[in-house]
């Protein structure tokens, strides 16, 4: 590449001969990521804003009409993120972008938008087909619209990455990514098509659209453990150079970003719905309060309270989660798999924080309540403690040096991404045992996290620092011993 043409892709532009200017496509994905991660967050709302009637009790409630919206949640949030991975996986390839590029990329967002109102139709109607139908022909469009920016993509080869370009195996590559793309929408395609004819087999391949890139993987390890290596694949050494980039995992910064949106969406959300059911119609504050708007909020009280602490749990779970990066140098497949289940119980928080603001007031369905905003807590906690686990297991590839084993920061990490799952668990027990003081409980947690958060690091110092001592202790009694013992005669250590 020459001086000038290197100086233009650096800034974002790349000639083309007889054609408008290209760009990079950084933005483009800057926006495409922040949009799924979106769309993937909103789909809580219809689940979040499901109507309780007072006198209904929230255990039968959660049986009849959230259970089920929370499975089709879980799993339309992990087709959302699949189809996310497969969009990363696209732009690996197409490097520039020009303005038809751009505009089908924009017919491919303008259809994940819409999701949301399928996956509502979903959730409010599972049993009809209708719904299932069109969130799986979207699915199908999107995927669609991804094989022919491909397409477009190779028919201009100035396009591509670099190592493509200079391949004369193009089509090795166009193969190989249109694999990536269209699994996904090949499934959806079954799914549509057996949503009029047998539902549940619907959402057993909707489900394998989740789980079918990790099953696939987990059948090429299993035959090159059984066979060995393919003959094939050594012959094409360079080829699967790229290709192999394109299967590993994504990068941290990606999963990052991604992360990131999700968690500023959700705590977005929740100020929606303080401004949504929280503000006093006017009349009312006139006739009921005599004109006295301070006196007619003080009645949402516990719906502040509880926008405030579920606002706090997300804020802290997100500075665990940025802690946890901190420290990580690569990301797994397995570590993205977990940091993906993490954020579909993040994404549960504005169903904890609706549930605790509805029956905040003293009813039967207030321990309920708070024991679904644990165990959301609980599970949006946990999977970041297991991506921090299974980044221990090959911490050499995965960790920076002071969060492994024996650093200086991996007791710190431990307590830190230990703290959430102990008290929410801690928390959840409480309010079955003393069950009268489960809305005491709940809130006292929530104002007690992060003043722990702050004395964490202290509270790990004096503990450390007293193991050591108490080890130095136990070595110096030992060596006392032995000194003693080296000190005696024979015929005395006998006797």
């Given at each position: 590449m020459s001086a000038p043409r290197a100086e233009e892709r650096g800034r974002g532009l790349e000639p083309e001969p007889g054609s408008c200017s290209t760009q990079t496509s950084h933005r483009l994905l800057a926006y495409s990521d922040a949009l799924l991660s979106i769309i993937a967050t909103v789909m809580i709302l219809p689940v979040a804003h499901t109507k309780i009637h007072p006198d209904q009790k929230l255990g039968e409630s959660v049986q009849q009409l959230l259970l089920a919206k929370i499975a089709v949640y879980l799993m339309t949030f992990l087709i959302v993120t699949v189809a996310w991975a497969a969009h990363v996986r696209l732009f690996q390839v197409i490097e520039l972008i020009d303005d038809v590029l751009a505009l089908l990329n924009l017919a491919?967002?303008?259809?994940?938008?819409?999701?949301?109102?399928?996956?509502?139709?979903?959730?409010?109607?599972?049993?009809?087909?209708?719904?299932?139908?069109?969130?799986?022909?979207?699915?199908?469009?999107?995927?669609?619209?991804?094989?022919?920016?491909?397409?477009?993509?190779?028919?201009?080869?100035?396009?591509?990455?670099?190592?493509?370009?200079?391949?004369?195996?193009?089509?090795?590559?166009?193969?190989?990514?249109?694999?990536?793309?269209?699994?996904?929408?090949?499934?959806?395609?079954?799914?549509?098509?057996?949503?009029?004819?047998?539902?549940?087999?619907?959402?057993?391949?909707?489900?394998?659209?989740?789980?079918?890139?990790?099953?696939?993987?987990?059948?090429?390890?299993?035959?090159?453990?059984?066979?060995?290596?393919?003959?094939?694949?050594?012959?094409?050494?360079?080829?699967?150079?790229?290709?192999?980039?394109?299967?590993?995992?994504?990068?941290?910064?990606?999963?990052?970003?991604?992360?990131?949106?999700?968690?500023?969406?959700?705590?977005?959300?929740?100020?929606?719905?303080?401004?949504?059911?929280?503000?006093?119609?006017?009349?009312?504050?006139?006739?009921?309060?005599?004109?006295?708007?301070?006196?007619?909020?003080?009645?949402?009280?516990?719906?502040?309270?509880?926008?405030?602490?579920?606002?706090?749990?997300?804020?802290?779970?997100?500075?665990?989660?940025?802690?946890?990066?901190?420290?990580?140098?690569?990301?797994?497949?397995?570590?993205?798999?977990?940091?993906?289940?993490?954020?579909?119980?993040?994404?549960?928080?504005?169903?904890?924080?609706?549930?605790?603001?509805?029956?905040?007031?003293?009813?039967?369905?207030?321990?309920?309540?708070?024991?679904?905003?644990?165990?959301?807590?609980?599970?949006?906690?946990?999977?970041?403690?297991?991506?921090?686990?299974?980044?221990?297991?090959?911490e050499r590839e995965t960790l920076h040096p002071f969060a492994r084993y024996g650093g200086k920061e991996h007791a710190f990490m431990f307590a830190k991404l230990a703290l959430y799952p102990c008290v929410s668990l801690g928390t959840f027990f409480l309010t079955c045992l003393l069950s009268e003081f489960s809305t005491a409980i709940f809130h006292l947690m929530q104002i007690v996290i992060p003043f722990a958060f702050l004395a964490l690091r202290i509270f790990v110092r004096i503990s450390l620092t007293v193991v050591k001592t108490m080890m130095s202790l136990s070595r110096r009694k030992v060596v006392l011993l032995e000194e003693e013992e080296a000190c005696l005669s024979p015929t005395e250590t006998l006797s």
């Amino acid at each position: 590449m020459s001086a000038p043409r290197a100086e233009e892709r650096g800034r974002g532009l790349e000639p083309e001969p007889g054609s408008c200017s290209t760009q990079t496509s950084h933005r483009l994905l800057a926006y495409s990521d922040a949009l799924l991660s979106i769309i993937a967050t909103v789909m809580i709302l219809p689940v979040a804003h499901t109507k309780i009637h007072p006198d209904q009790k929230l255990g039968e409630s959660v049986q009849q009409l959230l259970l089920a919206k929370i499975a089709v949640y879980l799993m339309t949030f992990l087709i959302v993120t699949v189809a996310w991975a497969a969009h990363v996986r696209l732009f690996q390839v197409i490097e520039l972008i020009d303005d038809v590029l751009a505009l089908l990329n924009l017919a491919c967002m303008m259809i994940i938008t819409f999701l949301p109102y399928t996956f509502s139709l979903m959730a409010s109607f599972p049993e009809v087909p209708f719904g299932i139908f069109l969130f799986s022909v979207c699915a199908v469009v999107i995927g669609l619209i991804q094989a022919v920016i491909v397409a477009y993509g190779f028919y201009h080869p100035h396009l591509l990455n670099q190592q493509i370009q200079e391949s004369e195996n193009q089509n090795f590559y166009k193969r190989h990514i249109l694999k990536i793309i269209l699994r996904g929408p090949v499934l959806c395609f079954l799914a549509a098509i057996f949503s009029f004819f047998f539902i549940p087999l619907s959402y057993v391949l909707l489900g394998l659209v989740i789980i079918f890139p990790h099953l696939t993987r987990f059948i090429k390890w299993c035959k090159t453990k059984i066979v060995g290596q393919r003959d094939e694949e050594e012959e094409h050494h360079s080829l699967e150079t790229f290709t192999f980039y394109l299967s590993e995992p994504l990068s941290k910064e990606r999963v990052e970003a991604f992360s990131d949106g999700v968690y500023a969406i959700v705590a977005t959300l929740l100020i929606l719905d303080i401004c949504e059911d929280n503000v006093p119609d006017p009349r009312e504050v006139e006739e009921k309060f005599h004109g006295s708007l301070l006196e007619a909020l003080s009645e949402y009280g516990p719906n502040y309270l509880a926008y405030f602490g579920s606002f706090v749990t997300i804020g802290l779970l997100w500075f665990v989660h940025h802690s946890l990066f901190l420290y990580v140098t690569k990301a797994t497949r397995l570590m993205g798999l977990l940091n993906i289940l993490s954020l579909a119980f993040i994404g549960g928080l504005p169903l904890a924080y609706q549930l605790t603001s509805e029956f905040a007031e003293k009813s039967h369905n207030e321990i309920e309540a708070i024991q679904v905003s644990c165990v959301i807590t609980f599970f949006a906690s946990i999977f970041q403690f297991a991506i921090w686990t299974t980044a221990l297991l090959n911490e050499r590839e995965t960790l920076h040096p002071f969060a492994r084993y024996g650093g200086k920061e991996h007791a710190f990490m431990f307590a830190k991404l230990a703290l959430y799952p102990c008290v929410s668990l801690g928390t959840f027990f409480l309010t079955c045992l003393l069950s009268e003081f489960s809305t005491a409980i709940f809130h006292l947690m929530q104002i007690v996290i992060p003043f722990a958060f702050l004395a964490l690091r202290i509270f790990v110092r004096i503990s450390l620092t007293v193991v050591k001592t108490m080890m130095s202790l136990s070595r110096r009694k030992v060596v006392l011993l032995e000194e003693e013992e080296a000190c005696l005669s024979p015929t005395e250590t006998l006797s």
